[in-house]
């Protein structure tokens, strides 16, 4: 049996928003596992699903650049948020944008093995550990994704400076001012909202099912479903399913500007294609969050006095 510390209890309950006593109970339940720990509470009724992916907490910056039909969006941590406001430390985060704009590589390795923007004596890798030795704080270039619009266009949008960097690409046969304008404002839905897939077509079977598992373990858990028949229990699973499923997927949210509050933001893009006579639909979105699902390291500064006073 593992050992139950507070610090873990404390961890497990900012990540769910469960009780102090049952992330106890759901940390001993399950050997210490905190995913375990998790799951064990969203069958409890106990987490909420969306806080599963756990703290955002990192620092540094998001950045998004576009060039014709090609953007690129990338992260880059620091240790603090001083250094992410540094002059230097953005500069660079956006030339690491520009080199994933232009890169070809398929993944992080490749990328770090790349030779840095115009300067060919040094690689990606080179260029980082220059600049750590340079702010004196460790970095970290943690993400990038590349989108290049074969049949329409692509738009970008940053939030809080940094933040958020999301990209929407569309496939279209009209590319105007207004067309664009409508995806900059789905770009910012994006942001805002945070959903996981384009539509409900993009939703694997094997989501479903994991989370028609849930739903299924919260209504055996739900007094007031007690002994009905599983006729009931399976409408009341598909039910929440649906609504869920409105809330992660970007074309079946409500669009957040819209008028009377009711419109989708399928029938948004529709309303948009119609009075622009455009072929128009939303093939893929990137969200990148600073930090997302990362621990920031906490200083405890009345521990360490107490540690070096040998308390």
């Known amino acids: 049996m593992a050992n139950i510390t507070a610090a873990m209890v404390k961890e497990l309950r900012e990540m769910t928003g469960a009780g102090m006593m049952d992330c106890k109970k759901a940390l001993s339940e399950t050997d210490g596992d905190m995913d375990a720990a998790v799951e064990f509470l969203r069958k409890?009724?106990?987490?909420?699903?969306?806080?599963?992916?756990?703290?955002?907490?990192?620092?540094?910056?998001c950045n998004v650049v576009v060039d014709g039909d090609?953007?690129?969006?990338?992260?880059?941590?620091?240790?603090?948020?001083?250094?992410?406001?540094?002059?230097?430390?953005?500069?660079?985060?956006?030339?690491?944008a520009k080199q994933a704009l232009n890169t070809q590589a398929e993944d992080m390795d490749a990328f770090m093995?790349?030779?840095?923007?115009?300067?060919?004596?040094?690689?990606?890798?080179?260029?980082?550990?220059?600049?750590?030795?340079?702010?004196?704080?460790?970095?970290?270039?943690?993400?990038?994704?590349?989108?290049?619009?074969?049949?329409?266009?692509?738009?970008?949008?940053v939030h809080g400076g940094g933040r958020i960097g999301v990209i929407v690409e569309a496939d279209t046969d009209v590319v105007?001012?207004?067309?664009?304008?409508?995806?900059?404002?789905?770009?910012?839905?994006?942001?805002?909202?945070?959903?996981?897939?384009?539509?409900t077509d993009d939703v694997s079977e094997e989501y479903k099912a994991h989370?028609?598992?849930?739903?299924?373990?919260?209504?055996?858990n739900d007094p007031k479903m007690?002994?009905?028949?599983?006729?009931?229990?399976?409408?009341?699973?598909?039910?929440?399913?649906?609504?869920?499923?409105?809330?992660v997927c970007l074309l079946e949210q409500v669009y957040v500007k819209a008028e009377d509050g009711k419109q989708t933001v399928a029938q948004y893009v529709a309303q948009v294609a119609k009075e622009n006579n455009a072929n128009?639909?939303?093939?893929?979105f990137v969200r990148f969050e600073t930090g997302e699902g990362l621990e920031k390291k906490v200083d405890d500064f009345a521990a360490e006095v107490a540690a070096q006073a040998g308390m």
């Open 226 to 247: 007690a002994g009905k028949p599983e006729k009931v229990i399976e409408g009341a699973v598909t039910g929440r399913l649906n609504k869920e499923l409105k809330e």
């Open 70 to 96: 090609t953007a690129a969006v990338v992260e880059v941590n620091s240790e603090t948020d001083f250094v992410a406001k540094n002059e230097e430390f953005q500069e660079f985060v956006a030339a690491v």
């Open 176 to 199: 105007n001012d207004a067309v664009k304008e409508a995806l900059t404002n789905l770009a910012m839905q994006v942001a805002a909202l945070s959903p996981k897939y384009v539509s």
């Open 44 to 61: 409890n009724g106990q987490a909420k699903a969306e806080k599963k992916a756990g703290r955002i907490a990192a620092e540094g910056l």
């Open 211 to 220: 989370e028609k598992e849930i739903l299924m373990a919260q209504i055996a």
């Open 113 to 157: 093995a790349e030779t840095w923007n115009a300067d060919t004596s040094m690689t990606v890798k080179d260029a980082l550990v220059a600049k750590v030795a340079k702010i004196g704080e460790n970095l970290n270039i943690r993400r990038f994704e590349k989108v290049v619009a074969q049949n329409g266009c692509v738009v970008s949008y």
């Open 280 to 284: 128009l639909s939303i093939k893929k």
